[in-house]
């Protein structure tokens, strides 16, 4: 029962360090260009390859840039401790639904979705999904 605690508590750690990158930068970015930058930004900062950062933004399968952005920088979050994230996933509690937790918990980055046009549903996805491929 305490590793269950503990998966759970790494899932947790992972989505709120994820909602305090988005937190840092001052609007989700919109255009291609910017967006591609941040996430090599977060990438570095992670100990995680740009390029790889790079191709994950450019393979997401969203056209909105904001949400090509929120499913990179997840897919950084898990690629950057992938045992953590495996065992997260696999006995944790479902991705989307932490993930919407934690964005709902983040009054700042709901402010920022709200500008860009984005619900929690639709970022809470992104992120699930970025992180799931990120552990791949």
Known sequence: MGEYGGIVAALATL???LTAAFASVGALPA?????????AAAAKSKH?????ARAAYAKAPY????????YAVAWVG???DKTK????????????AAAAAA???SPKLLSRLRAAHVTV???STAMSRGMVEGCG
Request: hydrophobic letters at 45%; aromatic letters at 2%.
């Open 121 to 123: 549903s639709q970022a």
């Open 103 to 105: 964005i709902r918990r």
């Open 85 to 96: 994230c495996h065992a997260a996933i696999l006995l944790g509690p479902d991705p989307k």
């Open 63 to 70: 056209r909105k840039p904001v949400l090509r952005y929120l």
């Open 15 to 17: 989505v709120v360090s």
């Open 31 to 39: 255009v291609d260009s910017k967006a591609t930058t941040a996430v």
């Open 48 to 52: 995680v390859s740009g390029a790889e």
């Open 78 to 80: 898990a690629a950057s």
